[in-house]
C-alpha cells in the first residue's frame, strides 16, 4: 500500500516517539517500600543515572507490601524480616544495610552505656532509678513509641526476648518522633528510637543514645546489637533494569549512599550477574 510522503513521515516520527516512550518506560523503576526507607530511595534516584524511578511510599505491613506485588511493582523496599510468604511466592530478597534503633536518654544523664540485662531490668519494672545504675538523682521515665511500630517489635524481639513489659511504667507518644522531645524535656527521660530519624530530629540537641554493651549507636558501627534488616525485594529473580540497580546499590558506591542513613555492609556484598 502506498502512503502519501507527508504521511509516511508522520508515521515513522509516530514509530519513533512510541518507540522512545517505551525505552523511558522500560528503564523506570517502579519502587513501593516502607517509610523508613523514603529519605534513602529518594536520594539514590537522584544520583543513578541508569534509570528514572516512580516512588511510592507505603506501610511496612507484609499484607500491604505483597498485595503491591501483583501491583506489579519492581522493587518493594522492606525495614524488616522479609515474611516466608513472600518467598513462597517466589519473591526474592536483598539485605542492602540494617537500621540502628537507639536508646535515648536526656543529653544531662551521665549514664553513657547499659546492658541488656539493664535495658530489661529498666522495662520490665525492676529498676526505676537512675541512681541504681549510678549517682544521678532522677526516677527513670520511659516513653515508648507506637505499640505496632516495627521498631518496637525488634527492641522486644533482641533485649526484651520473653519478658514483658511493665506498662505501670510506660508513657506512650504518639507520633513516633515525639520520644526524643519528651525525653529532652525530662532529666529521667528514657526511649528507643531510630537512629537515622533521631540524628535528624529538632530535639536531637536536648537528647543522646547511650552505649549497648559497649557498642555505640552509630552507623558506621556494624556490630551494634540493636538494628533490623533492610531489604530489596523483587517479585522474581531480578533482570535488566531491577538487578543493575540492586548491584549498584550493593557496590561501594551505592554502599556510600546506605551509609548516610543507615549501617552498610561490612564488607560489601559480592554481587550477582546481570
Not at 540485662?117 to 529498666?122: E, M, P, S, T, W
Request: hydrophobic share 40%; glycine share 6%; aromatic share 12%.
Amino acid at each position: 500500500m502506498f502512503f502519501p510522503k507527508k504521511l509516511q513521515i508522520f508515521l515513522l516520527l509516530l514509530c519513533m516517539v512510541l518507540g522512545f516512550v517505551s525505552l523511558l518506560n522500560a528503564q523506570t523503576i517502579k519502587y513501593i517500600g516502607s517509610p523508613t526507607l523514603n529519605p534513602f530511595i529518594r536520594t539514590a534516584a537522584r544520583i543513578y543515572k541508569d534509570a528514572s524511578f516512580e516512588i511510592i511510599t507505603k506501610s511496612n505491613s507484609h499484607k500491604i507490601l505483597i498485595s503491591d506485588m501483583s501491583e506489579r511493582a519492581d522493587i518493594l523496599g522492606m525495614a524488616d524480616d522479609v515474611d516466608p510468604e513472600f518467598i513462597l511466592l517466589g519473591a526474592k530478597k536483598y539485605l542492602i544495610g540494617k537500621e540502628a534503633i537507639g536508646v535515648w536518654v536526656n543529653k544531662n544523664n551521665p549514664i553513657s552505656n547499659l546492658s541488656f540485662g539493664q535495658l530489661a531490668a529498666i522495662y520490665t519494672g525492676e529498676i526505676t532509678h537512675w541512681q541504681d545504675l549510678g549517682s544521678y538523682n532522677q526516677p527513670i521515665h520511659i516513653y515508648i513509641i507506637n505499640p505496632h511500630s516495627p521498631c518496637k517489635q525488634v527492641f522486644e524481639k533482641i533485649v526484651l526476648k520473653s519478658a514483658r513489659y511493665n506498662d505501670k511504667y510506660l508513657h506512650t507518644v504518639k507520633p513516633d518522633p515525639s520520644v526524643l522531645k519528651k525525653i529532652g524535656e525530662d532529666p529521667g527521660g528514657l526511649g528507643f528510637f531510630s537512629l537515622s530519624e533521631g540524628l535528624g530530629h529538632k530535639s536531637r540537641h536536648l537528647v543522646k543514645t547511650v552505649f549497648i554493651n559497649g557498642q555505640a549507636a552509630s552507623n558506621n558501627n556494624f556490630d551494634y546489637p540493636i538494628t533490623r534488616p533492610l531489604y530489596f525485594v523483587t517479585i522474581a529473580e531480578p533482570w535488566g533494569k531491577e538487578i543493575k540497580f540492586i548491584n549498584w546499590i550493593l557496590s561501594d558506591q551505592g554502599q556510600k549512599i546506605v551509609k548516610k542513613f543507615f549501617i552498610g555492609h561490612s564488607p560489601s556484598p559480592v554481587l550477582f550477574s546481570e
